[in-house]
C-alpha cells in the first residue's frame, strides 16, 4: 500500500484574521483528511472550525506534537500515513517547518518517502520581508539572538556587517516581551545610516510596519512590548 501525503496546513498569525490565511484549497484540503499532527489540540481545533471545517471534531485524530511530547517515538505519529491515510501538519502559528518545530516532523516523512504538501499561507518572514522594502534577493533569518546583552550586542553589530558586506537582508525575533529591551540595544549598536524595519502584529488589525534609519528611529520609539515582532536590519 502506497503511504499516504503529509499536508503542511498554514494557520493565521493573529486573531480575527481567518479571512486573511485561508485559501480555497485549504478549506478543502481540512475536510478531506481527519488525522492530524499538532503543537496545541485545543488551538488546532479552533483553527479548523473557524476555517470551514464540516467533519465533526468527535471523528478527528490528534497527535499532540507539544514540547513535552516531542522526546518519544515520533514513529507513532506516521502509522496513518503509512497505512495511506493523508495527515496535516499544523503549527501554532503560520507556516508548519518555518522557524518551527514542525520541521523534524516534515524531515522524517521525507525519510519514510511520504509526500509533503506545503499549501499556501501566511509567513511572518517573508510578509515582514515583503514589506521592508530591502533586498528580497538575498536575506537570511537568525531566529532568537542570545538573552545576554554583552552576547546580544555582539551578534547585532555583527549581523550589521553582513548587511553592509553582502547588501543582505538579515532578519532575527525576540521573544515578546523581551522586544523592547531588543529594540533599544539596536539603536545603541547600530550605525546612524543603518535601516531598521520593524514589523509588528502582522495581519493582525493593530499591525504595524515601518522602515526608517536607526537615527530617524531614535526620534521616536515604539513600544513592542508583549507584541509578536519581527527585526530586518539593511544597508545599501
Known sequence: MLPGS???????????ASAKSYTPYL?????????????????????????????????????????HNREGNLNEF?????????????????CPGVADPGAEIVALA?????KVVPLVGPSSIILALMASGFSGQSFTFHGYL??????????????????ERHTQTQLFIETP??????LEEILRSCKAETKLCIACDLSSEDEFIQTKSIK?????????????????????
Open 6 to 16: 503529509l499536508y503542511l496546513i498554514p494557520v493565521p498569525l493573529a486573531e480575527n
Open 177 to 182: 516581551f523581551r522586544n523592547n529591551p531588543m
Open 27 to 67: 478549506v478543502d484540503t481540512i475536510n478531506h483528511i481527519d488525522e492530524y499532527i499538532v503543537e496545541n489540540s485545543k488551538s488546532a481545533r479552533k483553527f479548523l472550525k473557524e476555517a470551514g471545517l464540516k467533519t465533526p471534531q468527535s471523528e478527528l485524530i490528534m497527535h499532540d506534537y507539544g514540547k
Open 146 to 163: 542570545p538573552i545576554d546583552k554583552v552576547q546580544r550586542a555582539n551578534k547585532i553589530k555583527e549581523l550589521e556587517a553582513l548587511a
Open 78 to 94: 506516521f502509522k496513518g500515513l503509512l497505512s495511506g491515510k493523508d495527515v496535516g501538519l499544523m503549527s501554532e502559528a503560520g
Open 216 to 236: 530617524d528611529w531614535k526620534n521616536k520609539i515604539p513600544d513592542l512590548h508583549k507584541r509578536p515582532a519581527i527585526f530586518l536590519l539593511y544597508m545599501k
Open 110 to 114: 521525507h525519510q519514510k518517502g511520504i
